[in-house]
């Protein structure tokens, strides 16, 4: 069973237009929520993270959207830019009980922003 | 610091031929993983350790074997290759669990390809 569920797999949005990836969780116990990009043959970097004590977190052009109750957060890139373009995935872990440790992963979404 | 980082770059191997990769941290990192990189597929965990002396199966355990004696070091082995173990497989390591410790931060990556 897939922990964390991402869509959409693949977007294309123009230069200065505004992207957004949503994903969604099962298990309660998750108290972490990152979103980490990847550049074709690097490895996955952190971009930003959230706890559910807030329903929002904003870093420069990026933004977490949380909804705690419906069990899901979405990533907003506002004026979308041609260097935004890669693979965005979300997450999920906790630091307590079974989950501790793990960090569940959506599937990505391979983001292209055109010129 | 070096990070984390991972060697081989890339390995070809036959199928039922058996090798480690290597993982190592300089971040006195108590926690370590390692991914599986598939297309379509996002990051499926296959071990993961939250210390020395500490492992435990994750979602895709079958044909590979850890361990972990020091903090620094978390090799995986693949103990009889398979076409279907064909990936790039990457590993992680985190602080902790607990709020503003638990970023992972992703090695570069080894692209196998099991003949």
């Known amino acids: 069973q897939q922990q964390v569920k991402q869509s959409p797999q693949s977007l294309i949005v123009q230069k200065g237009g505004i992207s957004i990836i949503n994903c969604a969780y099962e298990?309660?116990?998750?108290?972490?929520f990152p979103w980490y990009q990847q550049f074709p043959g690097k490895g996955p970097a952190l971009l930003i993270a959230?706890?559910?004590?807030?329903s929002e977190k904003k870093e420069g052009r990026f933004t977490i959207s949380f909804n705690k109750s419906a069990k899901q957060f979405s990533l907003h890139i506002m004026d979308s830019q041609p260097g935004d373009s890669a693979t965005y995935f979300c997450?999920?872990?906790?630091?307590?009980?079974?989950?501790?440790?793990?960090?569940?992963f959506g599937r990505g979404t391979q983001l292209t922003v055109w010129p | 610091n070096a990070g984390v980082t991972q060697t081989p770059k890339f390995q070809v191997l036959k199928t039922g031929q058996s090798m480690t990769l290597q993982c190592a941290q300089d971040?006195?990192?108590?926690?370590m993983s390692w991914y599986r990189q598939d297309p379509g597929m996002g990051l499926r965990l296959i071990h993961y350790?939250?210390?020395?002396?500490?492992?435990d199966q994750g979602e895709v355990p079958n044909g590979y074997n850890v361990s972990r004696s020091t903090t620094e070091d978390f090799p995986l082995r693949l103990l009889s290759a398979a076409p279907s173990q064909t990936s790039v497989y990457f590993c992680?390591?985190?602080?902790?669990?607990?709020?503003?410790?638990?970023?992972?931060?992703f090695g570069p990556g080894t692209r196998l390809l099991v003949l």
């Open positions: 997450a999920a872990g906790s630091d307590r009980g079974s989950t501790l440790g793990r960090l569940y």
């Open positions: 971040m006195n990192h108590e926690y």
């Open positions: 959230i706890r559910p004590d807030v």
């Open positions: 350790s939250v210390g020395a002396g500490i492992t």
């Open positions: 298990n309660t116990a998750f108290d972490y």
């Open positions: 992680a390591s985190s602080y902790s669990f607990t709020s503003g410790q638990e970023t992972q931060y």
